[in-house]
């Protein structure tokens, strides 16, 4: 023993240690549990780590203890992905089937979706949530979605792309994870980040869906990482990408194809990668298809591969965005061909295409009921698609017996189209409706819109109206 300055003993640290234990041994279990589920709470995250390697009594009261495993804190502070998934895995193991309480500091923002998704596997066993980076702490509870209702589901991801020095009005909306009510059960989160995080996701993001925004002139997503960032999520039914009109260039590296066989709509807004995404996406149950703003006047550099179709085999066409208006078409052709999607909505808002893309993609969509196109170049040539055609094979031998493309359309609506003629629209839709309606009622023209196309005029209208009766509009 070791003489104190007063002239009494202490002992040595270790034997005080040894002699601690001892006495704590003689506590009741339940009294130990108790000690050691307020250590997990307020001690540094590895207290349960520690508290199972003091003595085999411990040990196995930790680890036999769910209760001491319920708070899962994560600090961060550049720690690998693989110790935070370690973790995350061995926690929610020892849980049991008891609610976690997550809390998450991170050293910035960048590193909160790689972080999140060692947990969102574990999303049902979430009970309160706490997330701090930087300034920013959030809190969710997550408590009101009763254990009696069904499954939660990760619902919606928002992911917008913005330079980290970039001063918004809404930072402090730089965050944000909600939850829905005990029937819906959906949780939502949104994220703001400088780069898409591809690869430090430790597991799938398992979201239904997806939009991702980037920054004008700020911070934009190459389509090489967009797509390997959809690998990420399998479970996907909804994406929207709101882009920016700017041309990246051939693809540096020929991306894999990413299959999303849940998948059933996507809009792709104001982007010049049109081609690249469309062309590397398979897409079997897709049923919505929205292309919006992709028009440009400017030329797009060639795709890293020269496909059938690329070639220039017509009469060119008026085309004020004749670059932009290859690349959809030729997107098109290779998502069509590959998935052969069940599409019933294809909405082109300021997106066109050549004539042998029209007619190629017309020819291939035998689902689809609604087509609206705004400002489109398209010729008579387009229009005359419409019309009743003879059957393959009987072109030259004067067959009478015909078919349409598009078999099922009942709705087509057509805004600001400045090339086509109204003699031309008439005569197609005309013939069109006639056959229809006779042949197949169930699956004939129900509404027709054409607004502002300056071929059309008031004798068209008169002329069109004896055909479709109210089932025209024109504005």
Known sequence: MATSPTGSYSLPESK??????AW???????LLIEIFVICSSVGDWRAPLVLSRVCRLWRALVITSPRSWQLISVHELHRPL???????????????????????????VERLLPVMSCFLPHISRWNECTITAGSRTIHTSLSPLSQSAPTRVLHYLDVRLHTPSESSDDEDDDISLSCGTAALRHVSMKVTVSRLPIAEIANPLLFTSLDITESPFEQCAPSSELLKFLSCCPQLEHFCFHGIPDDEGTLEHISAVVSLPRLHTIWLH??????????????????????RHTNVDFPLDTYHLVEEGDSEDENPDFSQSSWSDQHTGMGLRKLISRSKPPIEILDMDLSDMRTKDFRWVFDRLPDLHYFSIVGSDMSDTVVGLFAPMPLKGEEDE???????????????????????????????????TQFTDAVTPASTLTEVVISGCGGFTPRNTQELSWVLGNRLHVY
Not at 16 to 21: D, I, N, P, W
Not at 270 to 291: F, G, M, V, W
Request: proline content about 5%.
């Open 270 to 291: 104001c982007t010049c990668s049109q081609r690249n995404i469309l062309s590397h996406l398979h897409l079997p149950a897709l049923r919505e298809l929205r292309i």
């Open 24 to 30: 704590m041994n003689f506590l009741p279990p339940e």
């Open 398 to 432: 004067g067959g009478d017996r015909l078919h349409v493309r598009l078999p099922r359309l009942s709705v087509l609506r057509m805004y600001n189209c400045q090339q086509f003629s109204g003699d031309a629209m008439v005569d197609a839709l005309s013939k069109r």
């Open 16 to 21: 005080k240690q040894s002699l601690m234990a």
């Open 82 to 108: 693989s110790s935070i998934r370690s973790q995350a895995e061995l926690w929610i193991s020892r849980a049991a089937t008891l609610p976690c309480e997550l809390d998450i500091e991170l050293s910035d």
